[in-house]
């Protein structure tokens, strides 16, 4: 089975900044579209950033300019670099894998494979 595993969550404060990692296991990382989603306490879950064919990066509104999705393929690993966070942040994320490239990678349908989330809280 594939199997992704979050790390880098954390408590920081406003206007701080956290680097979340995403690691994968049991496929070929590199053929894979890899994604960021972030779910609050009563609502839903929110499309956050994705990576897809190595250059191609996809992001919310919401973070464009504070957030960066970045892979390495040696190391099966994606990134999240989280920079001016803000109290609405806090959520928890989560790691997507999937190779539907026909479906808009915003959408959790995109993925095949998801991961356990990192919590990240920030604080004003």
């Known amino acids: 089975q594939v199997q992704l595993v979050e790390s880098g969550g954390g408590l920081v404060q406003a206007g701080g900044s956290l680097r979340l990692s995403c690691a994968a296991s049991?496929?070929?990382?590199?053929?894979?579209?890899m994604g960021w989603f972030r779910q609050a306490p009563g609502k839903e879950r929110e499309f956050v950033a994705a990576?897809?064919?190595?250059?191609?990066?996809y992001y919310a509104d919401s973070v464009k300019g504070r957030f960066t999705i970045s892979r390495d393929n040696a190391k099966n690993t994606v990134y999240l670099q989280m920079d001016s966070l803000k109290p609405e942040d806090t959520a928890a994320y989560i790691c997507?894998?999937?190779?539907?490239?026909?479906?808009?990678?915003?959408?959790?349908?995109?993925?095949?494979?998801w991961g356990q989330g990192t919590q990240v809280t920030v604080s004003s």
């Open positions: 990576i897809r064919f190595s250059t191609m990066t």
């Open positions: 049991g496929r070929t990382f590199s053929n894979y579209a």
């Open positions: 997507g894998m999937g190779m539907r490239y026909s479906i808009p990678p915003s959408d959790n349908q995109a993925y095949d494979h």
